[in-house]
C-alpha cells in the first residue's frame, strides 16, 4: 500500500453491526502498524464512538452549518481515536428535513478540498445501507473505494439490502470491474442462518471473508466505550479481525458485483434454492467455522473471478428531456393572477430560467410587434432561492423568510410553486399555508418540478389548487355575466381574442367576470360563481378536463361551444348567447355590421389573391374557418393533409365537397409529393418541418387563432403581404428590429 490510500467502504443495512465492525477492523489495521483514518458517513453519526471511548465528534456538515465556508477547518471535526486512528463524522441535518444524501457529498467535498486523505495509509467509510441513494453511494464510487466488503447476518431483510448494494455497485461499474472484496457474516444465531448466507453468497459468487461470532464480549466492550482490540482479550472476536486485516494488508481479491433479481432473491434465501450449492465434502458437518465457510464458497469464485485493472466506464445512455416541468408549468400559470405575488421555492438559477420562460415573449413581442401580453411583461416573480445549505439541512426556513417578506407587501394572494430540489429534500412546503392572513391566502402548488408530472400536469396542479382555495359558492348571482375559461396564458392572440370577445360582449350587454386563468385578480377568482356562464376559450384535451372538473366540483354550467374562429362560427356562437341571455335581436345587427365588413375586405383581397392555390398541413383541426374565407377570396385550396398524432376522427372540414381533398398524412414524405406534384402559390402549415424547394410562399399558421368574424379575413391579409415581400420572405418585416438592436 503505497502512494495512495487504500480506501475501503463497508455497507450493510442499518443496525446490523457495521459500526461495530468497521471500529474493530480499523483498530486491527492500525496494530498492523497502519496510520488508519474511519469515516462514518451515517446521519446518527456514532461510528466513531467506540474508537473515542465515548466522545462525541462534531460532524462536518455541523461545522459547515455554523462555519462560513472559507474559515471551515479540518482541525474542528477530525478526532484522534484508541492507537492514533483518525476519526471523523459527516453528520447529516435535522430529522425530517433536508437531505443527509447530499450532506454527504458535501462532507466529502470538505474533505477532499482540506486533503484529509493523503495523511493515512487505509480509509474505512462506514456506511448506512439501507438507503443507497446519490449521496450514500458516493463511498462506492471509484475515486472513493477500492474496496467494499457487505456486512450481513442471516436475517432476509439484511440480505435484501446486501443485494440491494450489489445493484448500486454494478450500477456504477458494470460487468468491468471487480470491487467487491465479500461478505462480513456478523452471526445472530439464528435457526438456520449458515445456510442462508451460504446459499446467498455462492448465488452472487462472493467469497464470505470473516464470520463474526455472536458473544457477549461485544456488549461488554460496548459498556466500556471501546472495541474488543482495545481490551486485548484473547478469543475469537479478536482473532477474526486481526485475520482480515491481515488479508486486507496482504492484499484481497476483488470481485465483480452480480446482484440477483428480487424472484432470485426469494428463491435463493426463503426457498432454498441456488445454482451453485456445495458439495457433500464442503458441506461437512453443517457447521462451519469461519475458515470452513471462507473455504468452500471462494474456491469456485475464485477460478472465473480476480482483480482486475479499473476501466473507464461508458457514458450513460442520454435520455429525451421532458419539454417542460411541472414547476415551469404551474408558475407560468400562476403569474396571470396579477395582484399575486408567486414565489419559486427553487434555486436562482431554475427560477430565472422560468421567470425567461414568462417574459422574454411578452417583451419581443410588444416591442417587435406590438403584441401587448400585460401578465408576461413584468410579472410579480420571487424565488426563495435554495443553495447548496439548504439542499443538505432543508429550505424551510429561507421559504418561510420569502413568504413573510411578500406578505408584508400586502398582496391578494401569495402563490408557492415548488421545484425539484425541495421536492427531493422533502421540504414540507404545504406547511407555509398556515402564514395566511386575514387578508392575504398563502397558496401552495406542490409541483416539485419535473417530479409530479410535466409542463401541463404544472398547470393543471395550479388551477385546481387555486380554485379550491379562492373561487366562493356563496356569491351573488351577476344575470348578465360570463367567465371565460382555459386561455393561454403565454399566446400571441390571446389578449386579441379576448378583446375582441369582450367588444361583441359589451354590444350585447354582456360582461367578463372571470377570466380563468388568464390576466386577472384574486377578488374575480373568488367570485367566480357568480357568472352564471362558462365559455371555454379552445376545446383542447386539457380544457375539456378542466371544464368536466369545475362541473363535478361546482355544478357550474357551461356554453356548448368555445370561443369562435370565423365568421359562420361566430354568428351561431352570438346567437346562442342571445337566446341563453334574452338579447337575440341585437345579435342581428351585429351581424349584419360584421358582414358587411367581411365582404368589404374580402373584395379587396380577391383583387390580389384571385387563382392562387393554397395547399394546407395542419395537425388535426377545423379549417372551415379559413377556407369559408379563401373561397370568398378567389382562393383555391388544393390539398389538404392532416397529421393525426393523437389518432381521432378527422375533423378538417364539415363540408362535403372538400372531404375529398383531405388526406391522412405519416411522414414528410407525403407533404414533399404533394407539393411537387401540385405545386401551390401558398403553403399554410401548424406543421410545416423542411419542405422542398420550389416558386411558392410559406407560411406558418399559429396553434391558437384568433377569435371573431374575421379570423380568416387577418391570415388572408398576411398572405398577401408576404406575397409582396416574396424576395426577402417574412425575415423583411424584421429587418429593421435588426438594425437596430444588433447592427
Known amino acids: 500500500m503505497n502512494g495512495k490510500p487504500f480506501e475501503l467502504a463497508i455497507y450493510g443495512k442499518g443496525g446490523i453491526g457495521k459500526s461495530t465492525i468497521c471500529a474493530n477492523l480499523s483498530a486491527a489495521l492500525s496494530l ?44 474542528a471535526v477530525l478526532g484522534k481515536g484508541w492507537n492514533d486512528i483518525g476519526c471523523i463524522e459527516a453528520g447529516g441535518p435535522r430529522p425530517g428535513v433536508g437531505c443527509a444524501g447530499r450532506g454527504i457529498i458535501s462532507a466529502f467535498e470538505f474533505l477532499e478540498e482540506k486533503k484529509v486523505k493523503g495523511k493515512y495509509e487505509i480509509i474505512t467509510y462506514d456506511v448506512l445501507g439501507d438507503v443507497v441513494c446519490g449521496g450514500f453511494a458516493v463511498p462506492i464510487r471509484r475515486e472513493y473505494a477500492d474496496a467494499v466488503f457487505l456486512v450481513t447476518s442471516g ?40 445456510e442462508r448466507v451460504e446459499r446467498f453468497a455462492r448465488a452472487v459468487r462472493l467469497p464470505i471473508c470473516a464470520v463474526v461470532p455472536r458473544s457477549d464480549l461485544f456488549a461488554k466492550a460496548e459498556e466500556e466505550k471501546c472495541t474488543v482490540m482495545a481490551m486485548d482479550v484473547p478469543g475469537p ?3 477474526v479481525f486481526l485475520h482480515l486485516a491481515e488479508q486486507i494488508d496482504t492484499g484481497l481479491p476483488l470481485y465483480e458485483a452480480m446482484p440477483l433479481t428480487d424472484e432470485e432473491l426469494e428463491d435463493c434465501i426463503l426457498r432454498g434454492s441456488t445454482d451453485n450449492e456445495p458439495s457433500e465434502r464442503e458441506r461437512g458437518a ?25 476501466v473507464k466506464l461508458e457514458d450513460p445512455q442520454k435520455r429525451l428531456p421532458l419539454f417542460g416541468c411541472a414547476f415551469n408549468g404551474a408558475a407560468t400559470a400562476a403569474i396571470n393572477l396579477t395582484d399575486a405575488i408567486v414565489i ?19 417583451r419581443r413581442n410588444l416591442f417587435n410587434r406590438g403584441i401587448l401580453m400585460p401578465s408576461a411583461i413584468s410579472p410579480n416573480f ?5 443553495d447548496g445549505h439548504d439542499a443538505v439541512f432543508g429550505g424551510m426556513d429561507r421559504l418561510r423568510q420569502t413568504v413573510k417578506a411578500a406578505l408584508d407587501k400586502e398582496p391578494a394572494a401569495v402563490i408557492v410553486v415548488s421545484s425539484c430540489v425541495s421536492g427531493i429534500i422533502g421540504d414540507d412546503v404545504l406547511s407555509v399555508e398556515d402564514m395566511s392572513t386575514s387578508r392575504t391566502p398563502v397558496i401552495v402548488i406542490p409541483a416539485d418540478g419535473d417530479i409530479n408530472g410535466d409542463y401541463m400536469s404544472g398547470i393543471e396542479l395550479f388551477q385546481r389548487k387555486t380554485a379550491k382555495r379562492l373561487i366562493k359558492t356563496d356569491v351573488e348571482i351577476r344575470p348578465r355575466t360570463v367567465n371565460i375559461v382555459g386561455e393561454y396564458g403565454i399566446g400571441y392572440y390571446t389578449e386579441d381574442n379576448f378583446n375582441t370577445i369582450r367588444s361583441l360582449l359589451d354590444d350585447m350587454g354582456i360582461s367578463i367576470g372571470c377570466r380563468f386563468l388568464g390576466d386577472t385578480t384574486v377578488s374575480r377568482v373568488e367570485n367566480f360563481m357568480a357568472a352564471p356562464l362558462n365559455i371555454l376559450a379552445a376545446d383542447s384535451p386539457d380544457n ?15 356554453y356548448d361551444s368555445c370561443l369562435p374562429v370565423g365568421f359562420k362560427a361566430s354568428e351561431e356562437f352570438l346567437l346562442g348567447i342571445g337566446e341563453i341571455f334574452g338579447c337575440k335581436e341585437v345579435v342581428s345587427s351585429i351581424t349584419e355590421r360584421e358582414k358587411k365588413t367581411f365582404l368589404r375586405k374580402t373584395e379587396a383581397l380577391r383583387s390580389k389573391l384571385a387563382g392562387k392555390r393554397v395547399l394546407i398541413t395542419t395537425i388535426n383541426t377545423s379549417m372551415d374557418w379559413l377556407l369559408d374565407t379563401a373561397l370568398q377570396a378567389g382562393v383555391e385550396c388544393v ?17 362535403p365537397s372538400r372531404k375529398e381533398l383531405v388526406h391522412e398524412i405519416t411522414d414528410r414524405q407525403s407533404i414533399v409529393d404533394a407539393v411537387e406534384t401540385l405545386k401551390p402559390d401558398i403553403v399554410l402549415s401548424n406543421y410545416l418541418g423542411e419542405l422542398p424547394p420550389g416558386d411558392y410562399m410559406a407560411d406558418n399558421m399559429p396553434m391558437t387563432q384568433k377569435v371573431g368574424f374575421h379570423s380568416g379575413i387577418d391570415v388572408l391579409e398576411r398572405w398577401v403581404r408576404l406575397l409582396e415581400d416574396r424576395k426577402e420572405g417574412e425575415w423583411i418585416n424584421d429587418k429593421k428590429f435588426f438594425e437596430e438592436y444588433y447592427t
Request: with cysteine.
Open 32 to 75: 498492523r502498524g497502519r496510520s488508519v483514518l474511519q469515516i462514518g458517513c451515517d446521519p446518527k453519526h456514532d461510528s466513531t464512538r467506540l474508537l473515542m471511548r465515548g466522545k462525541a465528534l462534531p460532524t462536518v456538515l455541523d461545522h459547515l452549518r455554523t462555519v462560513p465556508k472559507e474559515m471551515a477547518e479540518v482541525e
Open 155 to 194: 436475517e432476509f431483510m439484511a440480505l435484501y439490502a446486501a443485494n440491494n448494494i450489489l445493484r448500486g455497485i454494478r450500477n456504477f461499474d458494470g460487468d468491468r470491474h471487480r470491487r467487491v472484496a465479500g461478505i462480513i457474516f456478523n452471526r445472530r444465531l439464528l435457526a438456520g442462518e449458515d
Open 237 to 239: 472476536e479478536r482473532s
Open 286 to 310: 453443517g457447521k462451519h467455522s469461519s475458515e470452513t465457510v471462507h473455504a468452500f464458497i471462494s474456491k469456485d469464485i475464485a477460478a472465473d473471478h480476480g482483480a482486475s485493472e479499473a
Open 344 to 362: 419559486a421555492h427553487s434555486p436562482r438559477s431554475c427560477a430565472f430560467y422560468t421567470w425567461q420562460n414568462i417574459s422574454s415573449p411578452g
Open 382 to 386: 420571487a424565488t426563495s432561492g435554495i
Open 544 to 558: 375539456l378536463k378542466l371544464k368536466n372538473w369545475l362541473q363535478e366540483q361546482y355544478g357550474c354550467k357551461f
Open 639 to 655: 390539398w389538404i393533409g392532416v397529421l393525426n398524432y393523437l389518432r381521432q376522427e378527422l375533423r378538417v372540414t364539415d363540408e
